[in-house]
């Protein structure tokens, strides 16, 4: 199917490893010019020289998302570049998850930093851009404890059903300027934080994988690419009516909609 990216700007927050990178692949295999930022500059490197020889067209830009200016540098970066931008993916984070009394304020002004406040930040500098061309897409990562938190969830839980109110709301104010705003809600999916997970379980990665996906209906821990491809149809024409939505991708393990 085409989905009509060819030619259009994305941005990738968090784009060297996991999700970030397989959608920043995705895009640019389908023809987007992509910019990709993170704070490690070696992954970024590898990462950008990756996207280069599958024939894509890329920029990479070191920035730590919790720091303002920082992010305001990768957007003057992307427009000095291309002079557009069309798609924005909010994909910065990490899982952050400890008893309710073990969490300081530190930890949690940290997690708010890097889920919620850059995904501010980025898409309130984004939009101006987006309208004056007509339109465009933000994709928000959140993930399925934001709908259905447990415990020991926190901080992330409480961040994330944060990020799923932000994206309702604001795909409301930003509808006029057809401007459509979704968020995909993971669930266990393969990414670099499970690496050290093993280790720190003293299990391999198969093992830690394996036992992950026990009671996922599935059967399995989802793979990146798999995220990817639901973000490339949310950031495509397919998706022209498709607007404050959420979509789980978890294998079928959360009990909500």
Same mark, same amino acid.
């Given at each position: 199917?085409?989905?009509?990216? *060819?030619?259009?700007?994305?941005? #990738? ?16 295999? $389908?023809?987007? !010019? ?5 704070r490690n500059v070696q992954r970024l490197e590898e990462t950008?020289?990756? #996207? ?19 992010? $305001? ?6 427009? $000095? ?8 993916? @909010? @994909?910065?984070?990490? &899982?952050?998850?400890? %008893?309710?009394? *073990? ?9 708010? @930093? ?13 939009? %101006?851009?987006? !309208? ?5 897409? #933000? ?9 259905? %938190?447990?415990?020991? &969830?926190? %901080? ?46 003293? *299990?391999?990665?198969?093992?830690? /994988?394996?036992?992950?996906? !026990? ?10 690419? $798999? ?8 950031? &495509?024409?397919?998706?022209? /009516? ?5 979509? @789980?991708?978890?294998?079928? #393990? &959360?009990?909500?909609?």
């Amino acid at each position: 199917m085409e989905l009509g990216l *060819k030619g259009k700007v994305a941005a #990738i927050s968090g784009a060297t490893q996991g999700i970030g990178k397989a959608t920043a692949l995705r895009l640019a295999l $389908e023809g987007a !010019k992509v910019a990709i930022c993170a704070r490690n500059v070696q992954r970024l490197e590898e990462t950008v020289a990756e #996207i280069k020889a599958a024939g894509g067209d890329v920029i990479g830009i070191q920035a730590d998302v919790t720091q303002a200016p920082a992010i $305001e540098h990768f957007v003057q970066a992307i427009i $000095e570049q291309w002079g557009r931008l069309d798609i924005l993916v @909010n @994909n910065a984070g990490t &899982s952050a998850a400890a %008893p309710f009394l *073990k969490i300081d304020d530190a930890g949690w002004q940290d997690d708010m @930093n890097l889920k919620l406040l850059a995904t501010i930040r980025l898409s309130r500098l984004a939009i %101006p851009h987006m !309208k004056k061309q007509g339109g465009g897409r #933000i994709i928000n990562l959140t993930a399925i404890a934001g709908k259905q %938190p447990g415990a020991n &969830s926190m %901080p992330s839980s409480v961040t994330r059903a944060a990020g799923l109110a932000l994206t309702k709301a604001l795909s409301k104010d930003v509808a006029p300027d057809n401007i459509l705003v979704n968020t995909v809600c993971v669930g266990r999916i393969k990414a670099g934080q499970h690496v050290q997970h093993a280790a720190r379980l003293g *299990k391999t990665l198969e093992q830690h /994988y394996a036992d992950a996906g !026990k009671g996922i209906p599935l059967g399995r821990v989802g793979e990146a690419e $798999e995220v990817a491809n639901v973000i490339a149809f949310l950031a &495509s024409d397919a998706a022209s /009516y498709v607007t404050g939505t959420s979509i @789980n991708l978890d294998g079928g #393990i &959360s009990g909500v909609l």
